[in-house]
């Protein structure tokens, strides 16, 4: 999970696990470091399946100034590298803990689409080599035109479809599960 500060990943995780086992916090810049979290999910055809959430510093804020902010960039950097370092290991000891494959979900707040720093963050993404979706959090916080507005300024702005999600209302969770499934089980 990758996203400007206080964006909701960590609450994201909670409501998407139905227990509170991420730290959040109203105050931007609570995740400091790439927090794991192991969980099943059922996929397709595939049964279940062990995932793991990762929930990374958030950027866009940091306590601390520009030293801090640098240092949690450094964070999501080292641990996609070291994740696609593992994909490329020939190590049969790696072999079962590799991952299948590397991905992120890109947080944007759908009161706020098409923000400079977002751009940025799914460029960087891709540059990564990251396969990435886009979810668009706090959708209840909006009226039906809002939304409407908002999700397609979103996918304008990313060239992406943006999946409406609500950590406080649940709107959305099923299908996100099955985008992480899908995304587990290597089917973009």
Sequence with gaps: MAGRSNVGKSSLINALCRQKIARTSAAPGKTRLANVYRVTVEGRGAGRRSVYLVDLPGYGYARGGADAGAELQAVAEAYFASAEARLRSPSEARLESRPASIAALLLIDSRHPGLESDIQAARWLASMRVDYRVVATKIDKLS???????????????????????????????????????LANGHA
């Excluded at 300024?153 to 992406?160: F, G």
């Design 144 to 182: 039906r035109t809002e939304r409407a507005r908002n999700l397609k300024a979103l996918e304008n702005s990313l060239n992406r479809p943006p999946l409406a999600v609500s950590a406080a209302s649940g709107e959305g969770l099923d299908a996100l599960w099955k985008t992480i499934a899908s």
